[in-house]
């Protein structure tokens, strides 16, 4: 199945979205963050529903209208790490 | 009643006893000095600003005094004072004036966390305001100078204060700091335009400071709306041109120059992406002043100001 991941405490993230880029705000931290496109996708998907990298990468390649290959698996893994560090995301 | 009402003879004893107690944008003043040749300077760059009658309440109470150590006689040096303390180092007592405004410029951005606090110029025409962050040698002080006599109002050449309950501008126009070569151009460029002595061998090296107009000065309880961030860049030769950016990364470049962007917490963001979301953002290059008034002429607040 996978390991399943969710957005940080809903009440520590502020979000403000412009075109396809996501400026992040966790008031736990202080820290701000800009996502490029790629990561504001993965974030705001989380942000509707826990899923894992399967359930991540077939939703966001109909949405995004790609291949569900290896490269885009190996995409949407790095961008989940990226988001894990920046404890933007953690496991659900 | 405002500084000019004084006589230089009555500024000068009064700076020398009571203090002057004056109003900049929403600050209250309390100054007190002996040195000689400060009162000369103020009222010459502060001479539009309002005399406050109460006297018993200042935001800021701040001194110019000479250090009681030999430096009395040998290189004589000023010391900045405020609420008693002395929060930097002397300087060579020719900076006096230099001083004040730094230490003012430090005594709000320190302090006053009511409003979120951006290292910007901001300038205002109809109501909507143009703020110009940048780093030092960007020009942004020369381009300010200029543009607040060509039909826009003086907000601030150095705080940007953004009100954290609407998101509006609020003025706190003070003299305008040049260095080197931004003097002779402005002098040049506005021969109206009136400036203190240059001081040399400052760490900015030579400045001077341009007394704000006066109708800056007159109106700076109106708040303004927010329509452009514009980050300016000089570049010799450089044709004027704008060319826009993506908000997301305005809104981090933004937070980069705010003083207090962190302490402010979620309120700062808030605030910020308020600001963000109803302006314009742009990269400007420049080299000609003409070109540059120009530019700012042809601005169009967004739609949705």
């Known amino acids: ?92 | 009643m405002k500084v000019s009402a004084l006589s230089a003879s009555e500024l000068k004893a009064q700076l020398e006893q009571t203090g002057v107690f004056f109003q900049t944008g929403p600050f209250a003043i309390h100054l007190q000095s002996s040195i000689v040749g400060l009162a000369e300077d103020v009222g010459l760059l502060y001479t539009d600003f309002p005399l406050l009658e109460q006297t018993d309440y200042a935001d800021f109470h701040v001194k110019l005094v000479r250090p009681q150590n030999f430096r009395r006689w040998f290189r004589p040096q000023v010391l900045f004072q405020f609420d008693g303390s002395a929060p930097f180092k002397p300087l060579p007592l020719n900076q006096v004036f230099p001083m004040l405004e730094w230490g003012l410029n430090w005594c709000v951005s320190s302090h006053a966390h009511h409003y979120l606090m951006i290292h910007a110029a901001v300038i205002e025409k109809d109501g909507f305001a143009a703020i110009l962050p940048a780093p030092p040698g960007s020009g942004k002080s020369t381009l300010c100078a200029a543009l607040v006599h060509r039909g826009w109002r003086l907000l601030s050449d150095e705080l940007t204060l953004v009100n954290l309950t609407d998101g509006k501008i609020v003025p706190l126009p003070r003299p305008v700091s040049l260095k080197n070569q931004s003097i002779d151009i402005i002098q040049q460029y506005i021969p109206e335009a009136v400036f203190s002595r240059k001081v040399s061998d400052t760490i900015k090296g030579t400045v001077a400071l341009m007394k704000p107009p006066s109708d800056s000065v007159a109106r700076a309880l109106e708040h303004a709306q927010a329509a452009w961030v514009i980050f300016p860049k000089y570049q010799p030769g450089a044709n004027a041109v704008l060319e826009e950016q993506p908000k997301s990364r305005t809104f981090m470049r933004v937070a980069d120059n705010a003083f207090n962007y962190s302490l402010l917490g979620i309120k700062g963001f808030e605030t910020l992406a308020g600001v963000i979301d109803a302006v314009k953002c742009y990269d400007f290059t420049y080299s000609r002043l003409d070109d540059a008034i120009a530019t700012f002429t042809a601005l169009k607040p967004p739609s949705n100001a």
């Not at chain 1, 820290?31 to 996708?41: C, E, I, V």
């Not at chain 1, 998907?45 to 990298?53: G, R, Y």
């Not at chain 1, 991540?56 to 569900?68: G, N």
């Not at chain 1, 490269?71 to 790490?81: N, P």
């Open chain 1, 1 to 92: 199945m996978g390991t399943y991941w969710k957005i940080a405490p809903a009440t520590s993230l502020h979000f403000k979205h412009w075109d396809e880029e996501l400026v992040v705000f966790n008031s736990i931290s202080g820290n701000t963050h800009l996502l490029g496109s790629d990561a504001t996708y993965v974030l705001l998907k989380l942000q509707q529903a826990p899923a894992n990298i399967a359930m991540l990468i077939e939703h966001l390649s109909i949405e995004l209208q790609t291949d569900a290959n290896e490269a885009f698996k190996k995409q949407i893994e790095q961008v989940v790490s990226q988001l894990c560090n920046l404890d933007l995301i953690e496991p659900a």
